[in-house]
């Protein structure tokens, strides 16, 4: 009876949830985004539940195929793979079921084949050698070494201090720091062995005397014990043909053999347990400076040694740049292909013999005839010798011995390929400003990437955004009557929204969610980790949000009324306005009262633009208007509108002339374009705001420029194409096959649903 009761209780929370996406739920303002949470929260405390919590999932993703609600399908298997992987033991009927639905998935579009095909395959890997998903999830997350699977990850936490208020920030410093101090890596390696032996055994495994004989354990013996366990684990996964049979076997020797020195006991196998599945690891930045995304990235592919000290890091990170970012291609004006030499020239300046091992055989007495007395030798700093390094290379500051093998006659060996180890989860947490200065940041990151490549082979870069809004007294603004509402600064998250429904359930909702937790008085058990909801949440949002939705970058040339001044070149994401500038001068502002009276208020514009058409044929248009203001938005109102598309909308003054006068009225222009050119006839200046961000406002402004931002890698490409095919219009060889706009990647749980 009691099974029945749970499972009925269970039953009720699922279809409450599937009722949440419909929006039908009678209290979904103020409790969306809760009910997932408390689902797997109870399974947690009741571990035995997870059968029935995968079964009464699998009927209903069987019901929604059948009844054709495609929209419950994603949210439904993400919330089922995350109770599997999760759970102490699942049946292998209850795999087999998932596993055939996942391949029915095959047959439908994007992004239902996606996220099939990639559940198939961990399901497939999970029937042979249970527990692998979990194991390995806890590996890459907690960055425990291990040579089977030697994949790491980190969750970057990035927010603008600007932006949100202090008390939001400490709130978050404070759960991200809660959520890492209960857990260690001795104690992660505990949890993958438990969960690995129960979820191969079932309910054959001691659990409670396999956590007593590790907790007695000195940790290099717990580590042991941990490598032979994933050997076994990964074995199994990685062979695909092992017999399920043998994997458990081996882990039922390594099973008796931890238990076979401890003293023997009487007490009954207690069942089922939970197994935490800790927390990844978390950092929280408080994103101050420009290059502050690149500087932790790099840290994080190459974490400082021992020896260095914290102050000697800031100093290096302060100092070091790279001169050498490109500053050619379409979008640059140089053209300048270098390879940074070390080479001074000077002849005793060369390698010595214990350097260069194929220098010839007079090296020893050109050494001692050579050598220098008195010298201090420095140490280079750790982000000078990332800038040295070249693909292939995998000393630090060593030089690729391709030169020495040539002049001796060696054929040079081919450069062992890199792997992505490492996955950075950037998680952004603001509104639209913040995806702005995330746009810059990309972009320069780019292009430090096409002149000298170091993160990119070596790094998985995934991007995440959740929005926040909190109004703070000391937010800039250009003047007050322009700053954006809450709704203006969250249009990428309501487009998220409107697309991924999952998303609009779990994330959109911490936008108001967050700034009232962090306001709340502390309870007595916020130092539990099972408490940490917002914590929680983004663990879940970065762990099952595996699709992408990519939105164009959108380059700026701007032009300054002064001569003597340079352009200026910039990219946003969401939103470029323009707003008319008061003169200065005393005589222009008496010359524009008059013009004012007479053409109405406003300057007059001259617009240069490439119509959007559906058949994707360029149309060039030009029109000259008297405007007050203009607004270009890259995301569109609705999600089947095309991303890549600038919606432009020009207030233009009209004049009316009647028998008593002559008034204005306004009038909304609205174009679609890609590429615009807008200039003041009159010289008159005005400015330029981007992203919303009244802190990258350009004034005096009299004429710019937008298009696609394009991509670097591409146009360093094509350059170096064109010198060699000078008459060649068309993109040749490798570079039709490379993404021309730069497209920045955010991750969501289902992508754009068609």
């Known amino acids: 009876m009691e099974s029945t009761e749970v499972e009925s209780d269970i039953l009720r929370r699922v279809r409450t949830l599937l009722r949440e996406l419909d929006g039908h739920h009678p209290a979904c303002q103020c409790d969306r985004g809760m009910l997932r949470w408390t689902l797997h929260k109870k399974i947690d405390q009741n571990p035995s539940n997870s059968s029935v919590v995968v079964r009464i999932l699998v009927k209903e993703l069987e019901r929604a195929e059948r009844g054709d609600f495609r929209h419950y399908i994603i949210p439904l298997l993400h919330t089922l793979m995350y ?146 366990v994933v050997v076994a684990v990964e ?51 408080l994103w101050t400076e420009d290059d502050q995304l690149w500087k932790e990235l790099v840290l994080f592919i190459r974490p400082l040694s021992q020896s260095c000290e914290p102050d000697c890091l800031s100093q290096d990170l302060d100092n070091f740049e790279i001169q050498d970012i490109i500053s050619d291609c379409d979008c640059c004006e140089q053209t300048r292909f270098s390879v940074l030499s070390t080479d001074s020239g000077i002849e005793r300046d060369l390698p010595t013999a214990a350097e260069e091992p194929f220098a010839p055989c007079s090296a020893d007495t050109e050494h001692s005839r050579l050598h220098r007395k008195g010298g201090i030798k420095k140490k280079p700093s750790p982000l000078e010798s990332m800038a040295l390094l070249q693909p292939g290379c995998h000393s630090p500051g060593g030089k690729p011995p391709v030169k020495l093998q040539r002049r001796s006659g060696i054929p040079p060996d081919a450069a062992a390929p890199l792997q992505r180890l490492h996955t950075a989860r950037i998680v952004l947490l603001g509104d639209d400003r913040i995806l702005g200065r995330l746009a810059q940041a990309y972009h320069s990151l780019r292009k430090r990437e096409t002149r000298r490549v170091f993160l990119t082979p070596r790094l998985n870069l995934q991007f995440y955004y959740i929005p926040v809004v909190a109004g703070q007294p000391n937010t800039l ?175 233009e003054i009209v004049r009316i002339n009647h028998l008593s006068g002559r008034s204005f009225s306004a009038v909304a222009n609205r ?36 298009s696609p931002c394009p991509e670097p890698s591409y146009c360093l490409q094509k350059t170096r194409t064109m010198k060699f095919n000078l008459h060649q219009t068309e993109d040749v060889g490798l570079v039709k096959y490379m993404p021309k706009s730069l497209l920045l990647p955010i991750n969501t749980f289902a992508g754009v649903m068609q």
């Open 83 to 228: 109770t599997l992987i999760k759970a102490p033991c699942i049946s292998d009927e209850l795999c087999d079921r998932v596993y055939d639905f996942c391949k029915k998935l095959l047959t439908l579009p994007k992004p239902f084949c996606t996220i099939g095909l990639d559940y198939a395959t961990r399901l497939k890997m999970e029937r042979t050698a249970p527990g692998t998903l979990y194991q390995r999830m806890v590996i890459s997350e907690q960055s425990l070494k291990s040579d089977p699977y030697p994949y790491q990850e980190k969750i970057f936490i990035f927010a603008d201090p600007e932006l949100l208020s202090e008390a939001i920030c400490n709130a978050l410093v404070t759960d991200t720091e809660a959520a890492q101090a209960s857990q260690s890596p001795r104690a992660c390696m505990c949890y993958v062995i438990s969960h690995a032996m129960q979820a191969a055994l079932g309910e054959g495994c001691d659990l409670g005397g396999l956590k007593g004989r590790l907790q007695d354990m000195p940790t290099s013996e717990v580590e042991r014990w941990f490598q032979q």
């Open 235 to 285: 074995s199994a996964g990685g062979e695909g043909t092992t017999d399920r049979g043998q994997h458990t076997a081996r882990l039922q020797e390594i099973h008796r053999a931890l238990l076979s020195s401890s003293p023997a006991g009487n007490a009954p196998l207690q069942g089922l347990q939970d197994t935490p599945l800790p927390n990844p690891n978390i950092s929280f930045h």
């Open 477 to 651: 603004a250009v003047e007050d009557h322009t700053a954006p509402g809450h709704e203006e600064l969250c249009e990428v998250a309501g487009y998220l929204g409107r697309a991924d429904p999952w998303y609009e359930s779990n994330i959109n909702t911490l936008c108001h969610v967050i700034p009232k937790l962090a306001t709340m008085p502390p309870s007595p058990s916020k130092h539990l980790v099972t408490d940490l909801f917002i914590t929680d949440v983004i663990a879940y949002y970065v762990r099952m949000g595996i699709q992408p939705v990519c939105f164009q970058v959108y380059a700026v040339k701007i032009f300054f009324n002064d001569p003597a001044q340079e352009p200026a070149e910039d990219v946003f994401l969401t939103e470029l306005c323009t707003q008319g500038q008061d003169s200065t001068s005393h005589r222009e502002l008496s010359m524009t009262k008059k013009k004012t009276t007479l053409d109405g208020p406003g300057i007059d514009l001259t617009v240069a633009y490439k119509k959007v058409v559906v058949s994707n044929r360029e149309k060039e248009l030009d029109m000259s208007v008297r405007s007050t203001g203009l607004v270009m938005k890259a995301i569109p109102s609705e999600e089947a509108e095309d991303l890549a598309c600038l919606n432009v909308t020009i207030t």
């Open 671 to 706: 174009l679609k374009t890609q590429n615009i050119k807008i200039r003041s006839t009159e010289q008159r200046p005005f400015m330029v705001c981007l992203d919303k961000d009244s802190r990258r406002t350009y004034r005096n402004v009299i004429s710019l420029e937008v």
